[in-house]
């Protein structure tokens, strides 16, 4: 079993930056796939970035060149510094685990999420 407790969310204008964190329990968190991902209002949740052990990572095209996931296995926590947010970023962020390597885009292969932190972008 595996908790996920997100933090860092807050309101920014355009243009700013935040830095999301998110702490995991367990002492196998090497060995897991992390996984942001984020919901609008009246939005599905949507993938964002996702890294495994070795810090390989993927993003959703929407971030790329903007957001950067990374992982501190000491510390069994992920971060996803966001800079140059903009108004269309506003959504609650999640992150996710699921073990193993690949570096998974949808929420359903994700087994264990946070309760989320919202971001808020105003322009």
């Known amino acids: 079993q595996v908790q996920l407790v997100e933090s860092g969310g807050g309101l920014v204008q355009a243009g700013a930056s935040l830095r999301l964190s998110c702490a995991a329990s367990?002492?196998?968190?090497?060995?897991?796939?992390m996984g942001w991902f984020r919901q609008a209002p009246g939005k599905g949740r949507e993938f964002v970035a996702a890294?495994?052990?070795?810090?390989?990572?993927v993003y959703a095209d929407s971030v790329k060149g903007r957001f950067t996931i990374s992982r501190d296995n000491a510390k069994n926590t992920v971060y996803l510094q966001m800079n140059s947010l903009k108004p269309e970023d506003t959504a609650v962020y999640y992150c996710?685990?699921?073990?193993?390597?690949?570096?998974?885009?949808?929420?359903?292969?994700?087994?264990?999420w946070g309760q989320g932190t919202q971001v808020t972008v105003s322009s």
């Open positions: 890294i495994r052990s070795g810090a390989s990572t």
């Open positions: 367990g002492r196998t968190f090497s060995n897991y796939v």
């Open positions: 996710s685990a699921r073990d193993g390597i690949i570096l998974h885009v949808t929420s359903t292969e994700y087994d264990y």
